[in-house]
């Protein structure tokens, strides 16, 4: 007997299958390279890398020369450093009370957003002596994080003990084209910056690099376009699909008009119906509120878009298959790919790319193709 079991066949484990396109990723950071003319071009990579995977991911664009990364969480910028030992780390969330050694030992950059942050990583540097390096986070509108305007005197004199590297600050609503907000955004963050020691500055989320203005700056910090998420909503997706994701068929049945399907009956059907049901549900990312939308969630199975019918159950799911070619149990059917896009899911759901893509299933299994 070998001590390792042969690799599990997915289609024998009964697993979800997420492909992940890490060309497609690749070029799709490439693109956003190009597209930021002198800036630098980082990736924020938090949430395990919008829920396709950290280590994969992160190998992919330090192999296309990626050198800085975002991430929230302390813990995640750990991880991450294992596997990119030279890269700048950039720890959005900012700096938990007493975590400062924490950071020193791992080289992480704290994005510091608030005096006490500011004041506790000068402290630590002071009796480090040493002049670390930290990101100061700008308040231009969101009122969420970073430093408000009359914050700025105080923390400019605390900067003297560490070494700013990074002014930044976040647009609340850059994929909305016609809103006036980014250029209000851009002068606030033009007058704060004034008020601190010169140092490279940021601005650009994914949608920030498609707006007229594009204020690249001195880096950009994509996330959702890099895993081809559409950055600019209305218009044509300039960004690669990198992720495809197929359920498969557990069983298929007829059913008569007047018959029901799912928890509380919530679907019944208006004729004679074959319906299939799919290995996929809300524990999976495949969301309960996206069968309660007017527009409802599909599949594409056998060349036709086939409704989810009823309630979305923890691990289940129903299609109606009735209009489809001949489809039986072991099938795969597609819930995204070159039918059905990330953003397109998300509207189907009632929310956005973002929600769609950090709640893929922790029990798929993910295969990476280059
Ligand atoms: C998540 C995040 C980004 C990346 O935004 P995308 O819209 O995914 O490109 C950039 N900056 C900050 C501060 C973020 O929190």
Redesign the pocket.
């Known amino acids: 007997m070998p001590d390792d079991p042969a690799p599990a066949d997915p289609r024998a484990t009964g697993q979800v299958i997420l492909r992940i396109d890490l060309d497609a990723l690749g070029e799709n950071w490439r693109r956003l390279s190009a597209r930021a003319r002198g800036a630098e071009c980082a990736a ?1 990579v ?1 949430a395990d890398a919008y829920g396709l995977g950290l280590a994969p991911v992160a190998r992919a664009l330090l192999e296309q020369g990626c050198a800085s990364f ?1 991430v929230a969480h302390l813990s995640e910028g750990q991880e991450l450093r294992k596997i990119a030992p030279d890269a700048r780390i950039f720890i ?1 969330n900012g700096l938990p009370p007493d975590s400062c050694p924490l950071f020193a030992a791992s080289r992480l950059i704290p994005v510091l957003g608030s005096l006490p942050e500011i004041a506790e990583w000068a402290g630590f540097c002071r009796a480090q002596d040493a002049r670390l390096p930290a990101a100061i986070h700008i308040d231009t509108g969101m009122n969420r994080l970073g430093l408000p305007a009359t914050d700025l005197a105080p923390a400019s004199k605390l900067m003297q003990d560490f070494e700013p590297v990074l002014a930044m600050s ?1 647009f609340i609503s850059a994929e909305d084209r016609s809103s006036p907000r980014a250029k209000i955004q851009i002068e606030r963050f033009g007058q704060a910056r004034a008020e601190l020691p010169p140092m490279p500055a940021s601005l650009c ?3 920030g690099m498609f707006l007229d203005e594009a204020p690249f700056l001195d880096l950009c ?5 890099l895993y081809g998420g559409n950055p600019t909503p209305g218009a044509e997706n300039p960004m690669r699909r990198v992720v495809e994701l197929h359920a498969e068929i557990l069983q298929v049945r007829e059913v008569e008009a007047g018959d029901t399907a799912g928890y509380n009956a919530r679907w019944t059907a208006p004729a004679r119906r074959r319906l299939a049901t799919l290995n996929l549900g809300y524990a999976d990312g495949f969301l309960r509120s996206g069968a309660e939308t007017s527009l409802g969630v599909r599949a594409f199975a056998a060349g036709r878009f086939c409704p989810v019918v009823g309630r979305i159950s923890m691990d289940l799911s129903i299609i109606d298959i009735s209009d489809a070619g001949p489809l039986q149990r072991g099938d795969r059917v597609e819930i995204l790919g070159p039918h059905i896009s990330v953003d397109e899911l998300a509207k189907r759901s009632g929310t956005i790319g ?1 929600e769609i893509l950090t709640r893929l299933g922790p029990r798929f299994r993910r295969e990476y193709v280059y």
């Open positions: 924020v938090k975002f959005l976040h989320n994914s949608s910090r994509p996330g959702y376009a973002y």
